[in-house]
């Protein structure tokens, strides 16, 4: 079955729909978005005409797929462009654009997997690949010459409990296949799933809107209400007391840990996100219904308390739950921690939280933020909700700890950028340095030169922009590491130098 994708498209996708279309349009569902069309959307795109038609057809297709309608931008279309550019880096051959091979459409539809593995062995075998079925145009024009064939494999492998798409069963898994040693890599079915139901069930799940017919107004973040303020008191014994214990000198639990940072809406309000983190096998079950509570002092004086009803979301393997403080500058002393329905609270040790007051018309940049989830929200968000950038959720990586199956994201948040005269939009400069030792105690050097590298406008924030990357680590050995990243504002003639620490796993 090899060929998989392209034999999907030429069955369900008229060619004489195209036809009269310009060049602009006639590839749409041909190209990097072709996962994405579900079976009703292929049968409108084979009425359309005329150039007037594809594109309403496609404004809606976007429209229907922007998890913040009402905003200026669609972060699903933005996280789409992101995987396209990064596919044609990753995937491309002789032949095609990475976005259009079958492993790029894939990664494009449902991202890097869980797990990856990878074989290349050369059979004992030679065969004629004009005989062959499915054999490669390269080789079948060489008429009845003999290769050698190959069987380099690889297995994109996504486990329900370790990925945020509805896969609708428990594991699944694509098998790649480079028959030739040609780079051109053919999805094969494998008789434990099908792709076709796969993919229609995953790309169903990113339509936000199914009756959006076109592109929705924005709407003014500052209408959005904020959280309430945080309580004073516990209602609950069991959390007091548990708070009481590590006021005590009591240790929390080594396995929560605790990201938190200072942030300044457009308008002007000051928040602190909190995010409670917790790895795989620590006992916490994603999507468990649990109260999150938490007490922050101030000079040894409790200031505020808070508990909520909220659910562990998953993120890779680990569950994080996250909220907002309103705090004014200051050093404070926090402890937080979760309680599931009939177990004891798990309750993390003292976390000093610094506030020291941002001015909101002030260029900045936020800390710098690792992660290996990065996602669109699928509902607008509030001013104040934490780690969310314009529709864009970024979980922090709090126990600093990746695999080498992951992919690492930088993120940075800039405030009131200097704008280029003629785009109207900051002109940056990027350098990357990685230093580490692996844990066999290799040292590790790599810098890269500085890069003109594009600042994302934030959907509903005025004045703030983003910039971000992916790393694969599927190179690095384990070890501890530190990410450097220099950030030149050429337009404001100012530089960010911003770390962060981080390490490497089996």
């Known amino acids: 079955m090899r060929a998989l994708i392209s034999a999907i498209v030429a069955v369900s996708i008229a060619a004489g729909a195209a036809a009269a279309l310009s060049k602009e349009y006639a590839g749409f569902p041909t190209g990097p978005a072709q996962l994405l069309l579900t079976a009703e959307e292929k049968a409108q795109w084979n009425e359309v005409e005329t150039d007037a038609q594809a594109k309403a057809f496609i404004d809606a297709f976007w429209a229907r ?169 516990f209602t609950n014994d069991a959390l007091r007391a548990a708070i009481d214990e590590i006021r005590a000198g009591k240790a929390g639990s080594p396995n929560l840990f605790v990201t938190s940072a200072e942030f300044v809406t457009p308008t002007g309000d000051q928040f602190v996100p909190v995010q409670l983190y917790a790895p795989i096998g620590t006992g916490l079950e994603a999507n468990a219904a649990v109260t999150f509570f938490g007490a922050v002092e101030k000079g040894g004086e409790t200031i505020a308390v808070f508990e909520q009803p909220a659910t562990l979301l998953p993120s890779n393997g680990a569950v994080y739950v996250a909220r907002s403080l309103v705090l004014t500058p200051g050093e404070y002393r926090a402890i937080f921690g979760v309680a599931a329905q009939g177990k004891p609270p798990v309750v993390t040790s003292a976390t000093t939280i610094s506030v020291a007051g941002i001015d909101k018309d002030a260029a900045g940049v936020s800390p710098l933020i690792l992660s290996n989830h990065v996602y669109s929200l699928a509902e607008a968000q509030a001013p104040t909700d934490p780690y969310t950038f314009g529709g864009l959720r970024v979980v922090p990586k709090s126990d600093g700890a990746f695999r080498t199956n992951d992919e690492l994201w930088y993120f940075i948040e800039l405030r009131n950028p200097g704008l280029d005269a003629a785009s109207k939009a900051p002109k940056l400069t990027v350098k990357l340095s990685l230093t580490g030792k692996t844990k066999t105690g290799t040292p590790v050097k790599m810098i890269s030169p500085a890069e003109e590298t594009p600042a994302q406008e934030l959907k509903g924030v005025p004045g703030h922009w983003a910039v971000g990357q992916s790393i694969p680590l599927d190179s690095f050995k384990p070890g501890e590491y530190t990410l450097a990243v220099k950030v030149t504002d050429q337009a404001a003639n100012h530089t960010y130098d911003l770390t962060q620490q981080f390490r490497i796993v089996e």
């Open 65 to 233: 797929r922007d998890p913040t309608a009402g905003t200026p931008e669609n972060e699903y279309r933005n996280n789409f462009d992101k995987r396209v550019k990064n596919a044609d880096i990753n995937y491309s051959n002789a032949k095609q654009k990475g976005s259009v091979t079958d492993r790029g459409k894939v990664y494009v539809l449902m991202g890097l997997p869980t797990n990856l593995q990878k074989s290349d062995k050369k059979a004992s075998n030679i065969q004629s690949p004009a005989t062959m079925p499915g054999s490669v145009d390269a080789a079948a024009a060489r008429g009845n010459r003999s290769v050698q064939a190959y069987t380099s494999k690889e297995v994109w492998i996504w486990d329900l409990g370790k990925s945020n798409l509805k896969l609708g069963q428990p594991k699944v898994e694509l098998i790649f296949v480079d028959q030739y040693d040609s780079n051109e890599w053919k999805l094969d079915r494998l008789p434990s799933t099908d792709p076709l139901v796969v993919f229609e069930r995953v790309a169903k799940a990113f339509i936000f809107d199914p009756g959006a017919n076109d592109v929705p107004a924005f709407v003014d973040p500052s209408t959005v209400a904020a959280r309430p303020a945080a309580r004073m008191t």
